[in-house]
DNA sequence: AGATTGTTAGACAAATTTGTTTAATACTCT
DNA sequence: AGAGTATTAAACAAATTTGTCTAACAATCT
């Protein structure tokens, strides 16, 4: 039952081997001969331990809305920090998330546009926390909106505004990607971005 | 050598159903005898016409970017009007463009990430004269600024947030549809992005 | 040592996809 | 009427892709 041999696997090597391929390909343009040449194994262990594309493509897909929740998760935990302080901590932090994951939001997009049911899945993971965090939130601005030290937003719109600034930074990469002319001014770029985005959200909601 | 028959002539119903394809499946996942099927052709008039895939494809992306060009170079002719009311008509004008093409920053950006070689053709298509415009307007917010009317931003930085806010809109949509139940409270959800999204930047740029 | 599992290499089948070709027919223009 | 073009239907080839299967060997566990 247990695998044996050297830690990193085949099973799993197939797996990292699937993941960058989609990520990078999309589901259509990934062949799966070049995942198992990519893992480094025969195209047939991939169907000894995956039987078919498909399946291993929603153990990637599956995966990567769990990686998805984790920013999600960390938006819902209520802690207490200024809300202004807060909203200005969730954008760096989903923006250093998606640093860390910048083909993620490119694949999710892609895959469910081309797959419906998809959506379907990623609603039913995220759905509920997004909702009950919106309407904590909300009632958060509320009172802030009240003592007249934030302007009138509602959540949903801030939410959109901050994931769409973060998102398309990434998702625009490479095609600005020739104006920084090496790695470290590509990183200068980056954060300048985020420096912005930022700003102009604090503008957006501070009075 | 001319086309005779019905208006809508084959060649032309070809092009049609392949934009359509193209632009809903990318690439990959269209197949050339769903673009027979939809044109209402055989499969051996594809090929008789446009003789490959991917010289059909390439027809389609050029044809894009022409697309494409009309809100750039719209962007580029200097009206005689106040910044900060231009600014306000960019970004309407930019939304309803999107309004009217969902479906084009989407394909743009996905085949440009599959293929690198497309992002070499856009620049050549549109680099100079949007370097020219960030120039130009970059002239005018030093201006503005100076004059203690505008907030400094660098053109560039205010053109990726107009984008992103814009695009992220249409990008997001299949997402987020469901919020809406029905296709006018779909559209009043639009509408209310544009508002949102004039706001927005209207906050990070006026004093 | 024997049983089980992991792994390779390779052959192979079935389906799909792109592209070509041919023969026949219809339409259009001069 | 005849030439040329448009179009269909269908057969076909070649390549690719997914998936199966088998025979052999290696590693591990009991």
Redesign the pocket.
């Known amino acids: 039952?247990?695998?044996?041999?050297d830690a990193k696997?085949?099973?799993q090597q197939i797996l990292d081997a699937a993941e960058y391929e989609f990520l990078t390909n999309g589901y259509e343009a990934?062949?799966?001969?070049q995942i198992a040449k990519r893992a480094?194994?025969?195209?047939?262990?991939l169907?000894?331990y995956y039987?078919?594309?498909?399946n291993l493509f929603n153990k990637i897909f599956e995966d990567k809305i769990e990686t998805l929740k984790a920013p999600i998760d960390a938006l819902a935990q209520n802690k207490d920090i200024d809300l202004r302080d807060r909203i200005r901590e969730i954008i760096e932090l989903h923006f250093d998330f998606l640093k860390t994951h910048p083909d993620l939001p490119h694949f999710l997009i892609n895959e469910m546009r081309s797959n419906p049911q998809l959506i379907k899945i990623l609603r039913e993971k995220v759905g509920d926390t997004l909702r009950g965090t919106f309407a904590t939130i909300q009632t958060e601005i509320d009172e802030y909106v009240a003592k007249d030290i934030m302007k009138p937003i509602s959540a949903f719109d801030l939410f959109l505004d901050i994931v769409s600034l973060n998102v398309f930074t990434f998702i625009s990469l490479p095609i600005f990607r020739h104006i920084a002319y090496n790695e470290e001014k590509e990183q200068q770029l980056i954060e300048n971005r985020k420096k912005e985005i930022i700003q102009t959200i604090n503008y957006r909601i501070l009075k």
């Open positions: 039952m247990t695998q044996k041999k696997n085949k099973k990934t062949k799966t001969t480094g194994v025969t195209h047939a262990m169907h000894y039987q078919s594309k498909e």
